[in-house]
């Protein structure tokens, strides 16, 4: 994919967000998925009283994304109402580096999204585990 439009794709994650199932935290957190051909895949987080059966609405959208056979990806927005913007967790961070190597990540707070921060997956995650079959990208 050529150039492609990031306030589109940080707009997306903040339609996303609206859809954030988070009764304890109330820290709701979307997310958009941009594939090489040029689809946006959305996410939001879920939370659960079993904490640990939360998941991430970066990983939400990228399961969503591959579930629906999609192996290519050049972005992923995470938005969410926190000074900076939301950093991925973890867990977010080697699915990335996992699934989306190459991957542009941005992120903004929900009240400021003109102020969007950019990073790379490797930026994010420099020593990921890669021990893995190679299947996107």
């Known amino acids: 994919m050529g150039k492609y439009n990031e306030s589109e794709l940080v707009q997306a994650a903040a339609e996303a967000r ?46 969503k994304a591959l579930t629906s056979g999609h192996r290519n990806f050049v972005a992923v927005a995470v938005i969410a109402r926190s000074k900076g913007g939301p950093m991925p967790c973890g867990a977010c961070r080697q699915l990335l580096a996992e699934y989306a190597p190459r991957a542009k990540v941005y992120v903004a707070d929900s009240r400021a999204l003109d102020r969007v921060r950019e990073f790379t997956v490797r930026e994010l995650l420099p020593a990921a585990f890669r021990d893995v079959p190679r299947i996107c990208d």
């Open 18 to 63: 609206k859809h954030a199932v988070a009764p304890y935290s109330r820290f709701g957190v979307g997310a958009a998925l941009l594939t090489k051909s040029g689809k946006i895949i959305t996410g939001a987080n879920v939370e659960s009283a079993s904490y640990g059966l939360t998941c991430c609405a970066e990983r939400v959208a990228l399961f």
